[in-house]
């Protein structure tokens, strides 16, 4: 487990994202952030209905699929958030660990910019907001860094097989999605809301 951002690998969303989704066998639900977090997911398997995917609402992954967390606690529940979109919800890594949501991992990829709005700065280059330190600060134990793939691989394996809420911190390079998500809100609700009434 890494504390720090001292000497982490920079590895590549779209490639951690089809390795999270290829380990995923008990039906397990993950929420894609806006932007490149949904179309890495997209990707990685669009047939999967237990894929749900954020269309235009920044921020809101963690505190989605957390409500997916408590609404079905037998179900291990992901979110992919960049660091932009979470540090628009930042009171959400209180909530979770107030909740004591057991069966949520948050993954955050941290490139350091609002990438798809232009390449601006967020604190995390700017000033160097520490986003595991925060969620660490705000009550999740069980929050670390992956300092490279092997590292990313455990700690998804730990998010799988033990008790959370669980945040694991990503350095990202700055490569953007390759695909775009379909633009239907309607389809993607209604898929997920079919795949969370099957039992995991």
């Known amino acids: 487990m890494t504390d720090t951002t001292d000497n982490l690998h920079v590895m590549n969303r779209a490639a951690l994202t089809k390795r999270l989704v290829a380990g995923l ?23 999967r209905a237990e894929n749900f995917y954020m269309l235009g609402s920044m921020g809101l992954a963690a505190p989605i699929a957390m409500g997916v967390a408590l609404a079905q606690p037998r179900r291990r529940v992901f979110a992919l958030e960049g660091d932009g979109s979470l540090l628009m919800q930042l009171g959400c890594l209180s909530t979770i660990a107030a909740q004591g949501v057991r069966n949520l991992c948050v993954i955050v990829w ?25 969620a660490r600060a705000s009550g999740i134990a069980s929050a670390a860094w992956a300092a490279d793939e092997a590292e990313y691989d455990a700690l998804v394996a730990k998010a799988l097989g033990t008790d959370g809420p669980h945040v694991i911190g990503v350095k990202i390079d700055g490569e953007p999605g390759r695909t775009q998500t379909d633009r239907d809100p309607i389809r993607f609700r209604e898929s997920f809301m079919r795949a969370m009434a099957a039992p995991a």
Not at 110 to 134: E, F, K, L
């Open 25 to 47: 066998k008990n039906r397990e639900a993950v929420i894609g952030g806006i932007g490149n977090s949904n179309w890495d997911l997209w990707g990685a398997d669009k047939s």
């Open 110 to 134: 941290d490139n350091g910019i609002y990438q798809i709005t232009g390449g601006q700065g967020t604190p995390a280059r700017t000033s160097g907001t520490d986003i595991v330190a925060i």
